[in-house]
């Protein structure tokens, strides 16, 4: 029988081979160039141009038993504070796994444009109030959610830290450590 890796080991795998795709991806003059040094109002406008160019991003959870649970969602676009909001069912696993573990992560890239990425680490905070739900009311909710104004929750997720890389805008990783230029929030 075949021994196999940990999940430890093929998360990091996976995340090393991402990371070494992503770096490949750049164009050859911006690999020699060195990280720029970017203020925090740069950072987040870089933040807002990725995130503006894609519909969806990945919801990043903890399960029951420590392991990470990724799942595809259709996020608002963030507001003035960076809180970024997005409807789902109230019976769906995310909604526990938050439940047991409000830090979550949002992943934000397409790697088709190697464009750069956005991840934003944050709390996720469930919402159920209607005036919140009819301020963000999208038309196709009446399908996806048939009684949404009862069937249907909100996640707000209030960022801890965010970390960017931008190509178009030369926010690109430290050469030695891959580090990606970032910012912390202030904790609400």
């Known amino acids: 029988m075949k021994k196999f890796p940990g999940i430890n080991t093929l998360i ?17 003059e911006c690999k020699a160039q060195e990280k720029s040094e970017a203020n925090r109002d740069s ?4 933040a807002r141009e990725i995130i503006a160019l894609q ?3 990945a919801l990043i959870t903890i399960d029951s038993i420590g ?6 969602m259709n996020p608002f676009p963030p507001e003035e504070d960076m ?8 019976k769906s696993r995310k ?14 890239a397409d790697h088709s444009q190697a464009s750069g990425y956005v991840a934003i680490t944050g709390k996720a905070i469930l919402v159920n109030d209607m005036s919140e739900k009819m ?18 929750v ?13 190509y178009k805008r030369k926010m690109f990783n430290d050469q030695v450590t891959w580090r990606v230029p970032s910012i912390e929030f202030e904790n609400p």
Do not use: G, H
């Open 12 to 28: 990091n795998l996976c995340c090393t081979l991402f990371m070494l795709n992503s770096y490949l991806l750049l164009p050859s």
């Open 67 to 72: 392991l990470p649970s990724i799942r595809t």
């Open 55 to 57: 519909k969806y991003c």
């Open 83 to 90: 809180f970024v909001w997005m409807a789902t069912n109230p």
């Open 95 to 108: 909604i526990q796994e938050i439940k047991n573990n409000p830090m979550v992560c949002l992943y934000y």
């Open 135 to 152: 301020k963000r009311k999208r038309d196709y909710w009446e399908q996806a959610f048939p009684d949404w104004e009862k069937d249907m």
């Open 154 to 166: 909100l996640i707000k997720v209030i960022p801890l830290k965010m970390d960017v890389l931008n």
């Open 43 to 46: 950072i987040i406008a870089a």
